[in-house]
C-alpha cells in the first residue's frame, strides 16, 4: 500500500491513499507532494485500517497547496454512526460483489454504507469536486441514491464483458 501510489506509473495528481499506521501519514503526503502531486489525502483508521473507519477516529494528512495538514476525524461530526468492524466485513468475491451492488441500489444500509459514503468523500475532496469531506459525503449520497453510481458500474460491467466475449 505504500509502494502502489509512489510508482504509480498513470502519474496521478490527485491521490486518496490508505496506510496501515498513523505514523506514516504526514510523510507520505509530503513525499506524494515531493512527487508532483496536486491535492493527496494519506488515511490511516482506527485499528490500523488502511482506510477512513467509522468504527473509531481516523488520521488525516492530506497534501494541498505546498503543505501537509494533519488532524483526526471522527465520522460521527459528519452524521455516521459508529459501527464496530465485523458491521463492515464482507467475504469472498461474490459475497462482496453482492454488497457492492445492494450499496449501489440503495437496498444496503447502515455501517457499510456509512463508511463507504465517508471515503467516497474523500476522494471527491482529493480530486477538487468538492472542498470538504461534508460536501464529499452529501455529493456522494446524492450519486449513490439518484443512481450514477450503480450505471457507473453496469458501465463497467459491460465493458469488462465485451472483452470476454
Known amino acids: 500500500n505504500i509502494l502502489g501510489p509512489l510508482t504509480n506509473p498513470a502519474g496521478a ?3 486518496l491513499v490508505g496506510v496501515f499506521a498513523p505514523e506514516l501519514t504526514e510523510t507520505l503526503a509530503e513525499v506524494l507532494g515531493a512527487l508532483g502531486a496536486v491535492s493527496a489525502m494519506v488515511v490511516n483508521g482506527a485499528g490500523g485500517l488502511d482506510e477512513l473507519t467509522t468504527t473509531g477516529p481516523s488520521q488525516v494528512s492530506h497534501w494541498h497547496d505546498g503543505a501537509v495538514k494533519t488532524c483526526e476525524l471522527d465520522a460521527r ?5 459508529r ?6 466485513k464482507g467475504g469472498d468475491s461474490s459475497r462482496n460483489a453482492a454488497i457492492l451492488r445492494a450499496l449501489l441500489d440503495g437496498s444496503e444500509r447502515g455501517p457499510k454504507r456509512d463508511i463507504v459514503l465517508l471515503n467516497a468523500g474523500a476522494a471527491l475532496v482529493a480530486a477538487g469536486s468538492v472542498t470538504d469531506l461534508g460536501q464529499g459525503i452529501e455529493l456522494a449520497r446524492e450519486t449513490i441514491d439518484g443512481g450514477a453510481a450503480l450505471g457507473k458500474l453496469e458501465a463497467l460491467i459491460a465493458t469488462s ?3 470476454v466475449a
Open 161 to 163: 464483458q465485451a472483452f
Open 13 to 15: 495528481r490527485r491521490q
Open 83 to 88: 459501527a464496530k468492524l465485523a458491521q463492515l
Open 77 to 81: 461530526e459528519f452524521g455516521l454512526q
